[in-house]
């Protein structure tokens, strides 16, 4: 028994896109919680793959810098969309959000953050080690475990 009632109004097999597509907007709101109006400053930090979104993977992520894939070093993310059309697509959640193209799936990835270095009025060094998220992704592109490993040092 899938758990929702018989007479839903949904096809069979909506339903999990439908639960999906709940569990991926409540994962937006993970970027919310720290640091409002902060997304920009400071090392890459709280890393976490978001899921599928129009064929696209996304993650959103906080600090100065950019994301990339350990295990797909070659994957470039899109660059069709800048930071407004994006908050305007997932939300405005105080964080970035990276669009990458699809892996094949089920797969285990580790999501590294690249801290870009600069001098200014809040000068940032990049750290020793960088922040990274592991994530453990099932066949249709859902979250089976996220593990984040900040490093604010």
């Not at 407004?84 to 990458?100: I, T, V």
């Not at 892996?103 to 200014?120: C, E, N, Q, W």
């Amino acid at each position: 028994s899938s758990g929702i009632n018989a007479e839903w109004p949904l096809r069979p097999g909506i339903e999990y896109m439908v639960l999906h597509n709940l569990f991926f907007c409540f994962l937006l709101a993970f970027c919310t919680y720290t640091m409002s109006g902060q997304r920009h400053l400071g090392p890459i930090r709280n890393i976490s793959y978001l899921g599928i979104w129009n064929n696209r993977m996304v993650i959103g992520y906080r600090g100065s810098g950019r994301v990339y894939i350990m295990e797909h070093s070659s994957l470039r993310q899109f660059g069709d969309t800048n930071w407004m059309q994006q908050d305007q697509k997932y939300g405005n959640k105080d964080c970035w959000y990276a669009e990458f193209p699809l892996i094949p799936f089920p797969a285990k990835i580790r999501i590294v953050g690249d801290t870009l270095a600069y001098s200014g009025n809040h000068s940032q060094r990049k750290p020793a080690v960088e922040s990274w998220t592991y994530v453990d992704i099932g066949a249709g592109g859902e979250i089976i475990h996220q593990n984040m490993n900040n490093n604010n040092r």
